[in-house]
């Protein structure tokens, strides 16, 4: 199996031997991404929410290591940003119409983050199979995350669901073309 990855990307024989796995995820997220497009205020909601209980579990599991630090100072600082994590968990998590700007601005940096992951990844691709729908979805991915933080105070309730669900549909396109595009 070590000869299934080349610098760190999937090679052809692995993607056969996969690609049913690679289709049914492709498939997807096209219906995802175009279900979050056609219902963008519930997947705002939606991603509010599984946000906020992120950041509920993270802030517990930083609890559980404040109550088990050697010193008190480990001990209170830990315990303060557990307090932050659970504060803006049971915040974000609780509250289904409130939120938003901050939960914007979050998916809007890691469009920007998603982006560049993406454009690497291209680079590292070419000239092999589906490399240039890989360099669009990073494009696209970055031009979302810049749009997000351009419209953060005026339609952030309706807007994550949105670009959120291009960003998807595009991420699961990029899947299906490392499957169905010829290795040109």
Do not use: C
Not at 44 to 55: D, M, N, R
Not at 81 to 91: D, H, R, S
Request: proline share 3%; net charge positive.
């Amino acid at each position: 199996m070590l000869d299934d990855y080349t610098h760190g990307l999937p090679t052809r024989g692995f993607v056969k031997r996969h690609q049913s796995k690679v289709k049914i995820a492709g498939w997807l997220l096209v219906a995802l991404g175009i279900a979050a497009v056609f219902y963008p205020i519930f997947f705002t909601i939606a991603t509010k929410f599984v946000v906020g209980w992120f950041l509920i579990v993270v802030g517990a599991i930083t609890l559980y290591h404040a109550f088990n630090a050697r010193t008190w100072d480990i001990a209170a600082l830990s315990t303060f940003v557990a307090v932050f994590y659970l504060a803006g968990g049971v915040y974000l998590a609780m509250t289904p119409y409130s939120g938003f700007l901050g939960v914007t601005a979050i998916l809007a940096l890691a469009f920007v983050a998603q982006a560049g992951i993406e454009w690497i990844l291209s680079r590292k691709r070419r000239p092999r199979y589906g490399w240039r729908v890989v360099r669009i979805s990073a494009v696209i991915s970055a031009i979302l995350g810049v749009a997000l933080f351009w419209i953060i105070p005026v339609n952030a309730n309706w807007v994550i669901g949105s670009i959120l669900g291009v960003n998807v549909v595009t991420t699961g396109m990029s899947f299906l073309a490392v499957v169905y595009l010829p290795n040109h």
